[in-house]
């Protein structure tokens, strides 16, 4: 068991690559169960959540290859096998997205019930009531989906009760394959969910409606189709990650490899605080602020401000000069960081899913212990302005989404060792 151990007070300083979207590699790469074609997927994240899935393909017959730690070679033709297993399910919530894809194109499958960061409730009912809608029948038997269509999916008309990332990307693959037209309603616009879409047009699925909330997918019959290579789209909670490692020392960093268009709630509160934001193409560099202001936060689905991003921020409320408030809307699980940020001597006072930061405190280091993969990102924040040594146990969590983290974080001057246990 590895952690993580961090001087705290150095200043920041350089430029930082952000890898490919763990959020969008993961669909896209259960997307490739579509096709009848060998592909290639690059900038592909080198980390623990993409092994998974890649093994998993791999257990259902699949070949998967990386070519090099961020190209990985998918050939999905030989998949002889529609049992998504529980001992790689239970690793991974994203393991689900296999569901719809396995359904559509062979008819049945058995998906174990997912497993994944405890950070509240994440229900799958709102993927089987679309399937059901679109005329598979789903029973759960112990502790797997079993769904058939004999036949093949068929057009529907769905409207997702809520909005939901990993419904809609299952939903829109499913589809894709389905007989008929199919039209949803209230899917979730998220950078992650349009690569989907823009990847099944340019297989030669006829999509109206890329980008907004309203889908109209026009299925192959169960025709398999010829996609084209992959290039996964930036990180956009890794880049929001290291700006804020920037924003928390006050120093001057530069991320490139980014995509602002997707960060603008993001770079706005930054602003907000008092930091400059410089543009440049595929670059954003983040300036001192002369004096760090407090905010307030809600989170909610894009293109408002990311859950993604709660934990990271209120590690930055922390040096603000007065409280700020945050408050989560999407998990009810999502303030698990606060308890050990407490260790570390912050003032966080919680009233159900709002929390009151108030900032100016002094940090001092302690051993603390990541809950899940972005609380993970807000300790090593807080630990990086701390006064003395802190030490950031059950780091798996962090490689679980973010690659080469310790060594970026030393290319921008930060006091950071991976130690074992």
């Known amino acids: 068991m590895h952690y993580l151990q961090i001087q705290g007070g150095a200043k920041l300083s350089g430029e930082v690559a952000i890898s490919g979207a763990k959020n969008a590699a993961l669909p896209l790469i259960a997307l490739t169960l579509l096709a009848k074609n060998e592909l290639k997927l690059t900038n592909v994240p080198n980390v623990a959540d993409i092994k998974t899935l890649a093994q998993l393909l791999v257990n259902l017959g699949a070949s998967c290859e990386f070519e090099d730690p961020n190209t990985l070679k998918v050939n999905t033709s030989s998949v002889n096998s529609t049992m998504a297993n529980y001992d790689i399910v239970r690793k991974m919530r994203a393991s689900i997205l296999t569901l719809g894809p396995l359904l559509s194109r062979f008819g049945h499958c058995e998906v174990s019930l997912p497993g994944g960061c405890a950070i509240g409730q994440r229900p799958i009912d709102l993927h089987l009531s679309a399937l059901e809608k679109m005329g598979a029948n789903i029973e759960i038997k112990q502790g797997y989906i079993v769904a058939s269509a004999p036949n093949g999916l068929n057009e529907a008309r769905i409207v997702f009760d809520k909005?939901?990332?990993?419904?809609?990307?299952?939903?829109?693959?499913?589809?894709?394959?389905?007989?008929?037209?199919?039209?949803?309603?209230?899917?979730?616009?998220?950078?992650?969910?349009?690569?989907?879409?823009?990847?099944?047009?340019?297989?030669?699925?006829?999509?109206?409606?890329?980008?907004?909330?309203?889908?109209?997918?026009?299925?192959?019959?169960?025709?398999?189709?010829?996609?084209?290579?992959?290039?996964?789209?930036?990180?956009?909670?890794?880049?929001?990650?290291?700006?804020?490692?920037?924003?928390?020392?006050?120093?001057?960093?530069?991320?490139?490899?980014?995509?602002?268009?997707?960060?603008?709630?993001?770079?706005?509160?930054?602003?907000?605080?008092?930091?400059?934001?410089?543009?440049?193409?595929?670059?954003?560099?983040?300036?001192?602020?002369?004096?760090?202001?407090?905010?307030?936060?809600?989170?909610?689905?894009?293109?408002?401000?990311?859950?993604?991003?709660?934990?990271?921020?209120?590690?930055?409320?922390?040096?603000?000069?007065?409280?700020?408030?945050?408050?989560?809307?999407?998990?009810?699980?999502?303030?698990?960081?606060?308890?050990?940020?407490?260790?570390?001597?912050?003032?966080?006072?919680?009233?159900?899913?709002?929390?009151?930061?108030?900032?100016?405190?002094?940090?001092?280091?302690?051993?603390?212990?990541?809950?899940?993969?972005?609380?993970?990102?807000a300790l090593i924040l807080a630990a990086l302005v701390a006064k003395g040594e802190t030490r950031v146990h059950r780091i798996y969590h962090l490689d679980r989404g973010y690659e080469n983290l310790e060594l970026k974080f030393k290319q921008l001057g930060a006091n950071i060792t991976r130690l074992e246990e």
């Open 163 to 377: 909005i939901t990332v990993t419904g809609s990307e299952n939903i829109i693959m499913a589809a894709a394959l389905a007989h008929g037209t199919t039209r949803l309603l209230n899917v979730a616009k998220e950078p992650e969910v349009v690569q989907v879409c823009e990847i099944l047009k340019a297989s030669g699925i006829n999509i109206e409606g890329i980008g907004t909330s309203e889908l109209v997918i026009e299925g192959s019959g169960q025709r398999l189709l010829t996609i084209p290579d992959i290039k996964v789209i930036p990180d956009r909670i890794e880049a929001g990650t290291y700006l804020c490692a920037g924003a928390i020392t006050n120093s001057k960093i530069t991320v490139t490899k980014v995509n602002a268009k997707h960060m603008l709630a993001v770079i706005a509160k930054l602003e907000e605080m008092g930091f400059g934001i410089e543009i440049d193409d595929d670059k954003i560099t983040i300036s001192p602020a002369k004096e760090i202001k407090p905010c307030e936060i809600i989170t909610t689905e894009y293109p408002g401000f990311p859950t993604d991003m709660q934990a990271q921020f209120m590690a930055l409320a922390l040096v603000a000069n007065g409280v700020s408030v945050i408050d989560e809307r999407l998990f009810e699980n999502r303030f698990m960081h606060v308890s050990e940020l407490a260790r570390m001597g912050a003032d966080i006072r919680l009233n159900g899913h709002i929390a009151s930061v108030y900032g100016g405190s002094e940090l001092n280091s302690a051993d603390v212990m990541a809950t899940d993969l972005r609380a993970s990102s």
